[in-house]
């Protein structure tokens, strides 16, 4: 079992659409980052949590520590948020590293 | 600042050869990190510096990959005697720390082996 789990692995969503991206992860942290990454390798950090919720123009990061568990939403879906996205923690017991899901393709159709 | 810089952007080398990635990270960051990608997986950890220092390295990096950075501002990764299997994205990211911003990522060097 992947120390961090993502769910689901594809996703298509119609223009306009309420999305949510699961991440679950069973190590340790002390934090845990979403990433954007579009065709051609680029990756964009998103969020960088260790508690709550942070919100960024549509898209919002929740993470519950206790549950292991984090999401991230996208209001008001639009084709340009098609990419992967991929969840990431850094992990307690090692300070350079980061622990990368597999990741989750979004495609939104408009 | 340009943000982190990778080159190339791509390489296509012979088996067997030799080849070198350069990575520019943001100049206030003092820790650099490599990660490799392969197709349709998440990114996996190589190696990362604070400054100058190589602080650790994954069981990935064999005898073959080697990194430095000698004046803790860019690095360099090297592999020889490449092989197959070593094609992949090879990213470089940067951060700050201590710090509560991020990591930021270059656009990445993939690589061919043919």
């Known amino acids: 079992k992947n120390e961090v789990e993502q769910s689901p692995q594809n996703l298509t969503a119609q223009e306009g659409e309420f999305i949510t991206i699961n991440c679950s992860y069973s190590?340790?942290?002390?934090?845990l980052h979403w990433l954007q990454q579009h065709p051609g390798g680029g990756i964009v950090s998103l969020f960088m949590l260790s508690s709550g919720k942070k919100k960024h123009g549509r898209l919002i990061a929740t993470i519950n520590i206790q549950e292991k568990h984090s999401s991230l939403h996208i209001t008001a879906s639009h084709p340009r948020d098609s990419a992967v996205y991929i969840c990431a923690v850094s992990h307690g017991g090692s300070q350079g590293n980061l622990i990368f899901g597999k990741g989750t393709k979004l495609s939104v159709k408009p | 600042d340009t943000g982190v810089s990778q080159d190339p952007r791509h390489k296509i080398t012979k088996r067997g050869q030799n080849v070198t990635f350069r990575c520019d990270p943001i100049?206030?960051?003092?820790?650099l990190y490599w990660y490799r990608q392969t197709l349709g997986q998440g990114p996996e950890f190589l190696t990362y510096?604070?400054?100058?220092?190589?602080?650790?390295k994954s069981r990935l990096l064999s005898d073959r990959f080697s990194a430095e950075r000698p004046k803790g501002s860019f690095s360099t990764l090297e592999i020889q005697r490449t092989e197959q299997g070593d094609s992949a994205m090879y990213l470089c990211a940067s951060s700050l720390v201590p710090s509560n911003m991020g990591y930021t990522f270059g656009s990445g060097t993939r690589l061919t082996v043919v």
């Open positions: 510096f604070q400054n100058e220092a190589q602080l650790e």
């Open positions: 190590v340790g942290i002390s934090a």
């Open positions: 100049s206030e960051h003092n820790r």
